[in-house]
């Protein structure tokens, strides 16, 4: 597509239920993140993928975080027994692994939790 | 990646160039200075970046000093829609990117009506 897209755009649920969040990523872009802005904060980082190579998972808050990107286009993130801390706007991007252009991000639009 | 100080906040008056600041003294020389915004309830935009000339868009010019020591980001006509965070960061290309990109604190621009 013609830019990154992220669903679900909102979701609401229960402490201790499990989300799925969804980040389609612009096509042909190896590199691909996860990053977390809590209410009034800065940008976290979660996690980085890199077309075949072992991901950067150092960001993840917890095991009850995880992240996986298939045939090197769609990721997932995970958040297993979710807790009202979890609450954030988790921001996807993608980028090109073209030397100055690696670092240039395309961000998509995030998904709001909300864990009640 | 080496170490960038942004003031925290600025202001300026829409219509007017709105002149952002960005210090990194360790930069070495194959590192490159990148600019992104965040508008509020938005995600992070790509401006700019640059090695060591001046580059123009049509968003924006940024000024890197000789010694590449600082750089301005200029936004020639600020509008009440550039008030954001603005994110100054230094990295270096191609293999060396294969990394996580992170954000620090940025600067917020208000622009005043």
């Known amino acids: 597509g013609a830019g990154v897209s992220q669903s679900p755009s909102n979701k609401v649920t229960e402490k201790g239920k499990d989300v799925e969040l969804r980040c389609d990523p612009i096509?042909?872009?190896?590199?691909l993140y996860w990053y977390r802005q809590s209410l009034g904060q800065g940008l976290e980082f979660l996690i980085y993928f890199q077309g075949n190579s072992a991901p950067d998972k150092s960001g993840l808050p917890s095991d009850r975080f995880s992240a996986e990107r298939t045939g090197g286009s769609v990721s997932t993130l995970t958040i297993q027994r979710t807790q009202q801390e979890d609450s954030a706007v988790y921001l996807c991007?993608?980028?090109?692994?073209?030397?100055?252009?690696?670092?240039?991000?395309?961000f998509g639009a995030g998904s709001r939790l909300t864990v009640l | 990646d080496a170490k960038t100080t942004q003031p925290t906040s600025m202001d300026c008056a829409e219509g007017r160039a709105a002149n952002l600041p960005c210090n990194h003294s360790t930069i070495s020389g194959n590192e490159y200075v990148y600019w992104y915004r965040q508008i509020h309830s938005q995600g992070p935009q790509y401006i700019i970046h640059g090695l060591k000339n001046n580059e123009t868009n049509e968003m924006a010019s940024l000024i890197i000093t000789e010694d590449r020591k600082s750089s301005t980001l200029i936004l020639p006509h600020a509008t009440l829609r550039d008030t954001a965070v603005y994110y100054c960061i230094v990295r270096v290309a191609g293999t060396g990117a294969n990394s996580k990109l992170t954000f620090g604190k940025g600067i917020t621009l208000s622009v005043r009506p």
């Open positions: 096509s042909g872009h190896t590199a």
């Open positions: 991007a993608s980028s090109s692994r073209q030397g100055a252009g690696a670092n240039v991000l395309t």
